[in-house]
């Protein structure tokens, strides 16, 4: 570099190695003969002989396709929403393929077949049958629980919660029971209390905290067994522990039963505390969002049939008078007793009240009335 009187400063050493360094970059460039030939560069024709033509080679393509079904196996297992799986298969065909196979649908988790009922559709129903198709038994539950109470296709509902059940499915065994203690599907004549009290004892041995409760009630009332108060105390108290241990499991965080949160775990009131309510199964979400979100048009009042008034239920009666009613007010219905013994604790306990010709009774009688009377009809622990 000069200066205007001719002056010349030192290149910057940075400066000189920079030109260096370009002039090698140019020589190693090789050169590019428009229509090809024998002066066209080396690397140029081994891409274009491989058919890739510039163009990175998809290892994807590569990967054997049990390696792909293996990683899709556990993503299933993993996955936390429907949306999960759906958004891999939409991906590329070979993903769309592989996540069909059986061994991939086998391993879908609960939460990826938690389809809402705003949602449903035929490629959701269509979703949920392969999934049983390959074995799933959650999908079989779940399946099961919408064609038997939503669809109203009974016989394939109950086939598909049998073919769960005999899987030791402990939530399948508790619905098949209560569809015996109830007739479900049919007439009042089609119950059949001893089976419900097996199915129950089947369920209770794999740990289902209601079937617990449903066989503790059944031994102290002798319903469809032999009258054992002593057993049925020790099955609710099961009952209780087992709900509290699963409770303390998924939420560390609780607080005694003075200090109690707006809505807590309905039972745990026995122990002095109060905890956050376990969530409800996905087959009894969807049943309780289907019914509610139909109005009129789908809701089975319509018939003159009701729904089981413990929220977390959602079942429907399925014939006219089908569910108990609560004796004391006659306003509430259940399916069962745990979801009476449920509901009565939940809330019940607090809106129970005589209906009017008892209080007419009593006050014929010139005895006041006993508000408190519908606790001694629930028999709870």
């Known amino acids: 570099m000069r200066t205007r009187r001719g002056a010349c400063y030192p290149m910057p050493q940075w400066r000189a190695e920079e030109p260096e360094e370009e002039e090698g970059r140019r020589r190693k460039r090789p050169r590019r003969v428009p229509g090809g030939g024998a002066a066209a560069d080396e690397p140029a024709r081994m891409m274009a002989a491989e058919g890739v033509a510039g163009e990175m080679p998809d290892f994807f393509d590569s990967l054997p396709d049990d390696l792909v079904v293996s990683i899709l196996c556990k993503m299933s297992a993993s996955a936390a929403r429907p949306a999960d799986l759906v958004g891999v298969r939409i991906t590329c065909k070979r993903l769309n393929e592989l996540g069909s196979d059986p061994r991939a649908l086998t391993m879908a988790s609960v939460k990826s077949l938690a389809v809402k009922a705003r949602n449903w559709s035929e490629s959701a129903h269509e979703f949920l049958k392969q999934c049983a198709d390959a074995g799933n038994l959650e999908a079989c539950y779940i399946l099961g629980m919408i064609r038997f109470y939503c669809l109203h296709n ?145 809701w089975p009042g319509e018939d003159g049939l009701r729904l089981c008034s413990h929220s977390g239920c959602g079942r429907p009666e399925t014939r006219r008078h089908e569910f108990r009613r609560c004796s004391v007010c006659g306003v509430v219905n259940y399916c069962s007793r745990a979801c009476q013994a449920l509901h009565w604790k939940l809330a019940h306990k607090a809106e129970c009240a005589p209906m009017d010709r008892w209080l007419d009774a009593a006050a014929a009688a010139g005895a006041p009335p006993e508000v408190g009377g519908g606790e001694m009809m629930m028999m709870l622990n």
């Open 154 to 298: 009974r016989g394939s509902g109950t086939s598909l919660m049998a073919r769960a059940a005999m899987g030791s499915h402990a939530a399948a065994l508790y619905s098949l029971a209560v569809i015996q203690f109830n007739g479900s599907g049919g007439s009042k004549d089609d119950k059949d209390l001893r089976a419900g009290v097996a199915l129950c004892a089947r369920a209770a041995v794999l740990g289902h905290v209601d079937a617990l409760r449903e066989l503790g009630h059944c031994l102290q009332d002798g319903y469809g067994v032999r009258r054992n108060v002593a057993e049925g105390r020790r099955f609710l108290i099961q009952a209780n522990a087992r709900e509290l241990a699963a409770v303390l499991n998924s939420s560390p965080a609780w607080k005694r039963h003075g200090d109690a949160l707006a809505s807590g775990c309905s039972l745990l009131s026995d122990f002095g505390c109060n905890l956050p309510a376990p969530e409800a199964h996905p087959a009894n979400r969807f049943m309780a969002e289907w019914f509610a979100a139909r109005g009129a048009s789908g």
